[in-house]
T-cell receptor
Framework: TQLLEQSPQFLSIQEGENLTVYCNSS?????LQWYRQEPGEGPVLLVT?????EVKKLKRLTFQFGDARKDSSLHITAAQPGDTGLYLC??????????FGQGTRLTINP | DSGVTQTPKHLITATGQRVTLRCSPR?????VYWYQQSLDQGLQFLIQ???????AKGNILERFSAQQFPDLHSELNLSSLELGDSALYFC????????????FGQGTRLTVV
């Protein structure tokens, strides 16, 4: 079973601080994606990383795919209350299954 | 708007009953995935269909079944419902067979009483 483990599971910080969340696996994934989910809504795709070592930026969010394609990180600079949500990483497993980590619940306090 | 439509948005039913959840994928998407999300949990993969055929199965209970129709919409059937089946059920679609860049519907909140 290809599992994705996210850490931390919960994170509460003040507005303006920086943070990093991690997504780790013992397995290699052909691609990893990050989603954000707000209460009562479906997850929304933020980014897909495909190449080992790849770095993608989306405004204040920086996503990195590990060189071995087993892990990924999401770094948020100068967090804002609007960044609050559940952040999920997902990887394409064998047999075309798209599997998700358990998520990091992020709260940014004004 | 993701382009993925799920109905109904809310469903309340009694234990032992059977319900059907419906999903219309984004225009042009051939793959449909079903996920279950319990309170404060991640998304548990149930099943994937591609162009009408089952492609992958996750931890889907035998009481649950799904299918994808020629017009590519999909239905998830849940039978002999138990209290523990109460959850959000999401459908996602992708363009091709691979699970990249999935677009999610808003989910169906199922409450079993």
């Amino acid at each position: 079973t290809q599992l994705l483990e996210q850490s931390p599971q919960f994170l509460s910080i003040q507005e303006g601080e920086n943070l990093t969340v991690y997504c780790n696996s013992s397995s290699v994934f052909s691609s990893l994606q990050w989603y954000r989910q707000e209460p009562g809504e479906g997850p929304v795709l933020l980014v897909t990383v495909v190449t080992g070592g790849e770095v993608k930026k989306l405004k204040r969010l920086t996503f990195q795919f590990g060189d071995a394609r087993k892990d990924s990180s999401l770094h948020i600079t100068a967090a804002q209350p609007g960044d609050t949500g559940l952040y999920l990483c997902a990887g394409e497993a064998r047999a075309q299954k798209l599997v998700f980590g358990q998520g990091t619940r992020l709260t940014i306090n004004p | 708007d993701s382009g993925v439509t799920q109905t109904p948005k809310h469903l309340i039913t009694a234990t032992g009953q059977r319900v059907t959840l419906r999903c219309s994928p984004r225009s042009g998407d051939l793959s449909v995935y079903w996920y279950q999300q319990s309170l404060d949990q991640g998304l548990q993969f149930l099943i994937q269909y591609y162009n009408g055929e089952e492609r992958a199965k996750g931890n889907i209970l035998e009481r649950f079944s799904a299918q994808q129709f020629p017009d590519l919409h999909s239905e998830l059937n849940l039978s002999s419902l138990e209290l523990g089946d109460s959850a959000l059920y999401f459908c996602a679609s992708t363009r091709g067979i691979h699970g990249t860049e999935a677009f999610f519907g808003q989910g169906t909140r199922l409450t079993v009483v």
